[in-house]
Nanobody
Framework: QVQLVESGGGLVQAGGSLRLSCAASGRTFGNRAMGWFRQAPGKERDFVSTINWIGGIIYYADSVKGRFTISRDNAKNTVYLQMNSLKPEDTAVYYC?????????????????WGQGIQVTVSS
């Protein structure tokens, strides 16, 4: 069983930055692809970014490309999402997710483990 706990969310002004962290329990973290998704009020959960087990294959949603950076530290069982140049439309609950597979995925249905979510609010 893998448990994921997000941290680092909060309130920030437009143009600001936040770094989300996702700490994973379990000894097999390094074998899993990880991803970030977000869900705004009244909307579906959307893909944000994903990284494969060794960090060599990364994908971003077009809406965050060039502003967000995903990374992982397998020694610390942690995946990060650095968010720069934040916009009000980035406001959402952000979820960390993990797969049992090595390869990254942009589809929420292909993830097996989810964190509880953390609020990110960007004011204009």
């Amino acid at each position: 069983q893998v448990q994921l706990v997000e941290s680092g969310g909060g309130l920030v002004q437009a143009g600001g930055s936040l770094r989300l962290s996702c700490a994973a329990s379990g000894r097999t973290f390094g074998n899993r692809a990880m991803g970030w998704f977000r869900q705004a009020p009244g909307k579906e959960r959307d893909f944000v970014s994903t990284i494969n087990w060794i960090g060599g294959i990364i994908y971003y949603a077009d809406s965050v490309k060039g502003r967000f950076t995903i990374s992982r530290d397998n020694a610390k069982n942690t995946v990060y999402l650095q968010m720069n140049s934040l916009k009000p439309e980035d406001t959402a609950v952000y979820y960390c997710a993990g797969r049992t597979a090595y390869s990254s995925s942009t589809h929420a249905r292909e993830y097996d483990y989810w964190g509880q979510g953390i609020q990110v609010t960007v004011s204009s």
